[in-house]
């Protein structure tokens, strides 16, 4: 047996679902390079409309490593055979409603109810032996009370977020919700979940499509203010801070309950200054059409820090690489 192939039985076999999408993809080719043997689930594509799924097929170590399943969160019965054998589950896929096609309860019900099967799955499943479920900031940073700067301990206020009109404020009740159970099934269930908080994801990508954390993070850039507005505070964390994160909390013995993950807080006047000097050869956006009215939050990653765990990437990295990234695949 090849010395990679005795690691990777060493490590085990783990799932990640959503496998195409923007953190997924990206955590995907990392536990393949951690020595993880792979399955990820993609969603079943009528005749006429399958997905392209070749750039994670065509991952280092993925024809030895990485078997791909269709499912489907409509269906969370689709999961198990992919979970099936699994001593770690990722539960990264979450159902996107950016233009608003489903009602907030609609796309809540849908995510809430895929979830708790998936982690039916897990428990049933008798060898997963830890759950690590990618939630975002936005479940922690929409709330009028406490200080100014948030942890673990305190949740967004889903009736501030819709009174505020948010746009996606349907994607970030139904996330709120959905991690809400998530840890309330994991407690009377006994199954270990841990969560991953990220906050606005800028770096690099494999999937084809600009991913919509991107979009919004280059906003100023790519010209679409109409459409996406930035907090007058922003945090950012690099695409594959992320992913580490992911397999560092799965890895990590005494990791518990939910762990925000955001590497640089910067304001919008200063975000536009860096960008304007880094990047003179772009025409930024006018200021005033990009800030939006609502206040958030700062949020703390002391918790995640406390373990050990190290950022790796600053503002710089961030930028130049999805910018590059989007040059190469004609965004830009």
Known sequence: MEESEKKREKKGKVCVTGGTGFVASWLVMRLLQHGYTVNTTVR????GS???ISFL???PGAQQSLRIFNADLENPDSFEAAIEGCIGVFHVAHPINFENKETEAMIT???VKATLGIL???????TVKRVVYTSSASTVTFNENGPDVLDEEWWSDLDYVRKMNLVGASYRVSKTATERAALEFAENNSLDVVCVIPTRILGPFLCPGCPESVRMSLAMIMGNENQIKYFETMPFVHTDDVASAHIFLFEYPEAKGRYICSAVEITVDKLIEFVSQRYPQFQ???KDSLIDAVK??????KKLLDTGFRYKYG???MFDEAIECCKKKGFL
């Open 50 to 52: 399958e997905k392209d």
């Open 120 to 126: 039916k799955a897990c428990l049933n499943s008798k």
């Open 44 to 47: 079943s594509q009528s005749a």
């Open 315 to 317: 503002l710089e990295e």
């Open 57 to 59: 097929e065509n991952l």
């Open 109 to 111: 019900n849908k995510s």
């Open 296 to 301: 958030i939050k700062s949020i703390s990653s």
């Open 284 to 286: 930024i956006l006018n």
